[in-house]
Every structure is written in C-alpha cells, then in structure tokens.
C-alpha cells in the first residue's frame, strides 16, 4: 500500500501502476490534489478511484478501508 498517491513518488507509482492495466486507488487530504491525480491518470487511459482523505484519521481510514 502507498498513501499519498496524487503527487511526486506516489504519484508516479500510481500512473506506473494504471499504464500496467492496474486499477489504482489514490487518496490525498485535499479534494483538488485527487482530482487533478485522477484526471491525469485518466488521461493517459489509466483506471483510478481516488478520494479525499486524511489517513491520520481513524474514521476517514476505516471508510476508506471499508469501500475497498
């Protein structure tokens, strides 16, 4: 699992995973950093969920580990 996945390494890890036909799932705390994530990848023929969230938070990390 990497956290993180809408800028530098995660970012780069995400892409690397969507181009090798994974669907990747990426989070970040600010809803804009998902969507510009999710858009690029997109772009590029990628399959990607993402959702704003902040992963130092118990109750936004179990709904995100729930929707998984």
């Known amino acids: 699992p990497r956290?993180?996945?809408t800028a530098g390494i995660g970012l780069a890890i995400a892409e690397r995973m969507a181009a090798e036909g994974?669907?990747?799932i990426i989070?970040?705390?600010?809803a804009e950093n998902v969507a510009a994530a999710v858009k690029r990848i997109t772009?590029?023929?990628g399959k990607v969920e993402g959702h704003p969230v902040n992963v130092g938070n118990k109750a936004e990390?179990?709904?995100l580990v729930a929707h998984i």
């Open 61 to 63: 990390r179990d709904k």
């Open 27 to 30: 989070c970040s705390r600010k």
């Open 3 to 5: 956290h993180g996945g």
């Open 22 to 24: 994974g669907l990747v």
């Open 43 to 45: 772009e590029k023929g």
